[in-house]
């Protein structure tokens, strides 16, 4: 029985070709990767593959297929996700301390008014950057151990095919 690639989505497929036998079943693997060419057409051609089917809705999803990821591209996504995050949070409890909320201490003592915005300016300079890194380095790990039994799908939602293009031509 012949497995019915049409059907398949586009992460499988591409992970088909990456583990078919060429030699034992040439008309398989000629019929993935006729397949994967079709579905990246249709991408080019202004539609978008989701899943490997084609959708009314035209939100321009692509879904990639890929073994690992660039610890660069990890920071990047850490740091915006946990760094922004975490520094906006610190703003808001620095503020509420300027106001008299004791949620700072410094050397064991609460601090309030402008001392207090200064101790968490500080904590933001020391560590945002440092958390970031060590997320980074456990989030990048993970990864790198769930790239070994499965390959990662990413989902991208683009403005359009020219933006897409110029991205990758960098």
């Known amino acids: 029985m012949t497995p019915e690639f049409k059907n398949y989505k586009l992460e499988e497929l591409v992970q088909a070709a990456n583990t078919i036998d060429r030699q034992k079943y040439p008309e398989r693997a000629r019929e993935v990767e006729r397949l994967i060419a079709l579905r990246k057409q249709e991408w080019e051609g202004g539609g978008f593959v989701s899943s490997g089917e084609r959708r009314a809705d035209r939100t321009?999803?692509?879904?990639?297929v890929v073994r690992r990821l660039e610890f660069t591209t990890v920071l990047k996504l850490v740091t915006a996700g946990l760094g922004v995050s975490m520094t906006l949070w610190l703003l808001l409890v620095g503020i509420a301390a300027v106001f008299g909320a004791d949620i700072v201490a410094f050397n064991g003592a609460n601090v309030h008014g402008i001392k207090a915005l200064l101790v968490v300016c500080a904590a933001i300079v020391v560590f945002v950057p440092v958390l970031?890194?060590?997320?980074?380095?456990?989030?990048?790990v993970g990864l790198r151990l769930y790239a070994l039994f499965r390959p990662i799908c990413v989902g991208v939602i683009v403005d359009s095919v020219e933006r897409s293009d110029q991205a990758t031509s960098r």
Not at 60 to 64: G, I, L, V
């Open 132 to 140: 970031s890194l060590v997320f980074t380095i456990a989030v990048y």
């Open 60 to 64: 321009n999803r692509w879904y990639a």
